[in-house]
């Protein structure tokens, strides 16, 4: 079993930046990491997943430029650092784990076993 916790979440102007992170607590051995999000009404979406030696990384089209996604395995963290926010990042923000082919960065739910609570992130107009 894998625990997460995420942290970073807040409320921030257009254009600002925030910081997400990831610790991941338990059976932390070779895991590819994803962070997705769901706002309001709408389905969780794919929004940036890492390798596990952190050498493939994937984004969904909305944040390419954005958002970096990094990740620390001395420390079992992920981070998400977003920047240029905009109020349609609005939503509650996932972090997952993967034990299905590690050296893959994924970008599909299914792919994930292990999730966390949540972060909300809002961004103002």
């Known amino acids: 079993q894998v625990q997460l916790v995420e942290s970073g979440g807040g409320l921030v102007q257009a254009g600002g930046s925030l910081r997400l992170s990831c610790a991941a607590s338990?059976?932390?051995?070779?895991?590819?990491m994803g962070w997705f999000r769901q706002a309001p009404g709408k389905e969780r979406e794919f929004v940036a997943a890492?390798?596990?030696?952190?050498?493939?990384?994937k984004y969904a089209d909305s944040v390419k430029g954005r958002f970096t996604i990094s990740r620390d395995n001395t420390k079992n963290t992920v981070n998400l650092q977003m920047n240029s926010l905009k109020p349609e990042d609005t939503a509650v923000y996932y972090c997952?784990?993967?034990?299905?082919?590690?050296?893959?960065?994924?970008?599909?739910?299914?792919?994930?076993?292990?999730w966390g609570q949540g972060t909300q992130v809002t961004v103002s107009s």
């Open positions: 338990g059976r932390t051995f070779s895991y590819a």
């Open positions: 890492i390798s596990w030696s952190g050498g493939s990384t």
């Open positions: 997952a784990a993967s034990s299905w082919a590690p050296s893959t960065a994924h970008d599909r739910t299914a792919r994930y076993a292990y």
